[in-house]
């Protein structure tokens, strides 16, 4: 099993509070991952380690064995390690359209052209068009993404990483927000991710967990409890103790 | 919609703002020739109401496009102007399109000074940095006064007729239309800048730059190359406006000029071209004609009239227009 990207023993600490404590975890081509853990599990500190808005303490941090722990955040986009944001983070005032067509030109080192325009250029409208069909989004093409419902603007938050061509995906609860009876867009959404692409979700919603995920990894306390298939993972005392109790409950109650 | 509809769309959007740009153009030269015609007299005022004007357009690519909010745009302008003065004065480049070439440059090393300076803050931070630059730049031209002759101004810029032919006359005819020729051209320039691929990264600058840099993409790189064109778009308006007057003083490199530049932007509406020019002819004719009028309250009008458009029309008047017109084709048949 190559890894496409790995994280060796990342360790952050808030003043005398350890956030992160000696995490690592590797992922290969086509992995769907799902990191749960309860609040306060340091779930985002470990995004913000990854993606490079933090530094961290000790540990390395690795794209395709390459040791990517020193780039910014930008040069780790470019290196294929690419985040969607748990409250859509879009320009309310462009189209979807405009938004693929600007992912599509970043990607590929155009978007700082001062001359001409996506519109123009046949192979970025085909993979646009491509892009919003398989998320179904063609309809709301040319309608500024402000003007258009939360579940949709979620569908292009993934659309837009997609469009970056991404080795790596991290996803930030992609259906927060979401209706429940919306979130089987995203579920079809998520199905439709090319299958060498390596996707670690981090999620509440444990239905969607169950469905979309091979693989749980279960975070509490800055350490990782628990990792191994959905199955097993509710079989785990220490889980069934730090986090799923709350949802056996909660299930079980409801 | 089905997707082959929008398909067939597309070939209609893609030719529409190339027509657009067409019929702005249009309306340029026809104001100008209408301004031509309808006062005569007043042609210095209408030079000097292009220079301003390029001077807010420049303003309007960092603020408007890019969201950056600054006080000390005017540095960029005065930059332009004293460069394409000293240029005359002191080194006897009296060529006019090389004295505006030069302002273009000197605007643009200005624009990456200052831009370098008030990047490294956000919000209230750099609204200060940005009044900090343009007292600044004031503070070295009054200084220099060797090069720039201080608070007596700089005068005794004598500019070679355009292309050897039109000579600059006392009536200010030729300072008008070389002032139009420029204004034409840069309006071309920046649409197709505000258009292309960086306009659009620009605009996602402004709408969100934390998820511009989850995309891979530099927003300080970005905002300081926006930065460097907009401050030769005001050099150009600096530049003009020495060549035109013959004279450059510290009121170009002011807070004042910065502040109004500002105001202009506002009251026509930011993020739009046309909304720089709505919003400088309005506010300068305003204030030539309400200070004819009553020289020490024209202000107080000019404040009257600021407050009804960001209570009543935020998006400014320009902006306005076009969200009161689309309104009416809407719900027209």
């Not at chain 1, 067509?101 to 155009?110: D, N, S």
């Not at chain 1, 700082?112 to 919003?132: C, D, H, K, T, Y």
């Not at chain 1, 730090?242 to 299930?251: E, I, M, R």
């Not at chain 2, 420029?182 to 960086?198: A, D, E, Q």
Request: hydrophobic content about 50%.
């Amino acid at each position: 099993m190559s890894a496409v990207f790995a994280v060796e023993r990342l360790k952050k600490s808030f003043g005398g509070l350890e956030v992160t404590r000696d995490v690592s975890l590797s992922m290969a081509k086509g992995d769907r991952i799902a990191l749960i853990g309860p609040n306060g599990a340091g779930k985002t500190t470990f995004v913000n380690l990854v993606t490079g808005h933090l530094q961290p303490n000790s540990g390395r941090v690795l794209m395709g064995g390459e040791d990517i722990s020193r780039f910014n955040p930008m040069r780790r986009v470019r290196a294929g390690l690419v985040r969607s944001f748990q409250v859509t983070r879009l320009f309310s005032e462009m189209t979807p359209e405009e938004h693929i067509g600007l992912a599509i030109l970043q990607r590929e080192g155009r978007s700082g052209r001062m001359a001409g325009s996506f519109r123009a250029m046949p192979q970025v409208m085909r993979e646009m068009r491509n892009i919003l069909e398989t998320l179904n989004l063609s309809a709301l093409a040319t309608v500024p993404v402000g003007e258009i419902a939360y579940g949709q603007q979620r569908l292009l938050e993934i659309a837009l990483a997609l469009a970056l061509r991404p080795k790596v995906l991290l996803l930030d609860e992609p259906a927060a927000g979401v209706p429940h009876s919306d979130t089987f867009l995203i579920e079809n959404a998520l199905a439709q991710l090319p299958d060498d692409l390596a996707v670690l979700m981090i999620e509440h919603d444990m239905d969607l967990v169950f469905r979309f995920a091979k693989r749980v990894i279960v975070l509490a306390a800055g350490e990782i409890i628990f990792d191994g298939s959905p199955q097993a993972v509710t079989e785990d005392p220490r889980v069934r103790e730090a986090y799923l109790g709350s949802y056996v409950h909660a299930s079980s109650a409801a | 919609m089905s997707a082959p509809d929008i398909a067939a769309l597309q070939p209609i959007q893609a030719a529409r703002p190339w027509q657009r740009d067409l019929i702005g153009v249009a309306v340029i030269l026809a104001a100008a020739i209408a301004g031509y015609f309808l006062f005569p007299d007043n042609l210095a005022l209408l030079t000097r109401i292009i220079a301003i004007m390029l001077l807010v357009l420049s303003l309007d690519l960092v603020t408007g496009y890019c969201g950056v909010a600054t006080l000390g745009h005017a540095a960029l302008f005065g930059a332009g102007a004293y460069a394409a003065g000293i240029a005359a004065v002191t080194f006897g480049i009296t060529e006019p399109l090389s004295m505006v070439a030069i302002g273009a440059i000197a605007g643009a090393v200005a624009g990456l000074v200052s831009g370098v300076v008030i990047l490294r803050g956000h919000g209230l931070a750099q609204l200060v940095l940005s009044i900090a630059v343009i007292h600044l730049f004031h503070e070295a031209a009054n200084k220099a006064s060797t090069y720039t002759g201080g608070s007596d101004g700089l005068s005794g810029i004598a500019p070679d007729p355009v292309f050897g032919l039109f000579e600059f006359d006392l009536w200010g005819r030729t300072a008008y239309g070389f002032g139009i020729v420029l204004l034409v051209l840069v309006f071309v320039l920046l649409r197709i800048l505000v258009r292309s691929p960086f306009g659009m990264l620009c605009r996602g600058i402004r709408q969100d730059p934390v998820r511009i840099s989850a995309m891979g993409a530099s927003v300080k790189a970005s905002l300081i190359k926006m930065y460097v064109i907009s401050g030769a778009v005001a050099g150009i308006g600096g530049a003009l406006n020495a060549v035109s007057t013959q004279v450059v003083g510290l009121d170009s490199l002011s807070f004042t000029n910065s502040a109004e530049a500002l105001v202009m932007l506002v009251l026509g509406g930011a993020g739009s071209l046309y909304g720089a020019f709505v919003g400088t002819i309005v506010f300068m004719w305003f204030e030539h004609v309400v200070s004819a009028a009553n020289p020490f309250h024209w202000l107080t009008i000019v404040g009257a009239l600021l407050i009804a458009v960001v209570l009543f029309a935020p998006k400014g008047l320009y902006g306005t227009a076009v969200t009161l017109s689309q309104r009416l084709t809407r719900s027209g048949p």
